[in-house]
Every structure is written in C-alpha cells, then in structure tokens.
C-alpha cells in the first residue's frame, strides 16, 4: 500500500499491460463480451481467439454489475486504502464512468473520483500510470485530481483500422460514413475530440497509404518541449512498429512509455488491423 493511501484504478479498456499493473498496484476493473453461448470477461480472452470468434459471430460488450464495482472497491478498502482516484476511457464511448460516478459515495471510509479520459486505449492507459507516479512523488490527493484533469486536455489518440466494417455493426460511426469508408477504400484516420467523441482528423485512399499519415496526425505536436508516445495495434504489430520508428524519428524529443496490443473490449469494434498512436505533451 502507498503511504499516502491513495488508490489508482482503471478500466480494461484503458489496456494498461499487466506488468505495469502489478509495477505500480494498479486495480483494473473488467468490461464483458457477450457472445451467443457464452459471456467472457475481456481480460480472459486473447485477441487471437475473439477475432475467430467474431467470424462466426458479433459479440457484443458490457459493462460489469454493480455488485462487481462493489466487490472491487471493497477489495481496495480492505488493503488500506482511504482514496481512490479512477480513470476510465471516454464517457462518450463507454458507461463505465457513469457506472463507477454512482458508486462515489458506496463505500464508508473510502472517497472516490472518476476521470474522465475523453480517450480510449493507451490514450486513457497513459493517464492512470502517470496517476500512480505521480504518486510515487508523494503528490496530494488534490493536486493530483488536478494534475490528471490537466493531463487529459493534452493527450490525443488516433487510430488507423483496416475496415470499417466493425465500427458500422457497433454503431460507432454513421452508416452512410461506413458504406463510403468500405466502399471507396477510404481510410480514415480517428481521434477522440475534447468531449472522448470519434472524430475523423485525416482521410486517405487504402489501407497502406493511411498508415504512413498516422503520423503526419502528431505533426502539431513538433513543438512540445517534452512528449509521452503509446503504440497499440490489433493483430498488426509490423504495421505498428513501423509507425512507432517514423513517429519516434519525427518527434526527437518523444519517450516512448507504452507499447502493445487493444484490450478485447475495443477489439469487438474494431476488428483486426487497427493501429493507433497516443501521444501526450508535458
């Protein structure tokens, strides 16, 4: 336990690796697959299995029930914790920050508050490790809530997918966008804007041409003194480690803190072949 009683906790959605959880005692919080015969917690199934799965079938994703939040912020109580500070990924794709806002005041003794990312993936993962280091620099309770809040105003996502076939079936995106995407072979690049909504930033023709401008999207970020770079990817690890190194080539001055594969729960609504970058500026 920290010495300053504070809890960090997260969404799986988030995709923060399980090194770095147990590095920093990090709580992560599950979302759900259902499928046709059976229900799958995201954090038990590979990536590699639900996207065989989703030959057959479309799974759909929920979030855990009430009495799943409780188990787990007791759990939190339970090793010593007074505060706990939770990130989720952006409200307007998810409910899972209304889901833990209802629990704010549920457990006696512990204080909770939920931020919200306005972003998904390693956008949203980078938040709550920044969280737990900031910790571990002794950074009260206040200022950390405020810390966090300035931290999700300067950090962007933006994907890449394959097809758009996914995200039409998960109405994420307008059909009529979603037909012209697939039929036109056009590929757009996504980002959240200030409110966690997708958002298309760049449109190119083909997959392998919309690669290569994933990273003209962090061109604005050139003059930021000091950048955190996260690469994820869905069944694409080349075509992400290729982005990583022009990226990292484009911006000298970037560290990059995360790397690896979506979390199932964002899988479901982009199928195979997404590539994305997060980057956030000190």
Known sequence: ????????????????????????????????????????????????????????????????????????????????????????IASHQSGMYDLLRQHTQSQKGLEMEVI????ISLGAGMLAINAAEYLEQDLPWDALKERLLKDVKTSKAFFCLKTLKYLRQNTKIGPISAFLGDSLNIKPILTCDSKGINTTKIKALGYKQALPRLSESVQHFTTANSLQ??????????????????????LPQAKLVLEGPISPVLA????????????MSG
């Open 229 to 250: 770079i996260a690469v994820m990817h869905g069944a694409a690890e080349q075509e992400a480690t290729r982005v990583k190194e022009r990226v990292l080539a484009q």
């Open 268 to 279: 479901v609504h982009s199928g195979p072949g997404l590539v994305g970058i997060a980057v």
């Open 116 to 119: 919200d990312s306005c972003n």
């Open 1 to 88: 336990m920290r010495e300053n009683k504070i809890a960090i906790m997260a969404d799986s959605g988030c995709d923060i690796p399980n090194f770095l959880l147990n590095k920093h005692k990090i709580y992560r919080i599950p979302y759900y697959l259902v499928c046709k015969d059976k229900t799958y917690k995201d954090t038990a199934i590979s990536l590699t299995d639900l996207y065989r799965l989703m030959e057959n079938e479309k799974p759909v994703t929920t979030l855990p029930d009430h009495a799943e939040v409780l188990k787990i912020l007791r759990v939190i109580r339970e090793h010593g914790y007074q505060k706990v500070l939770s990130i989720t």
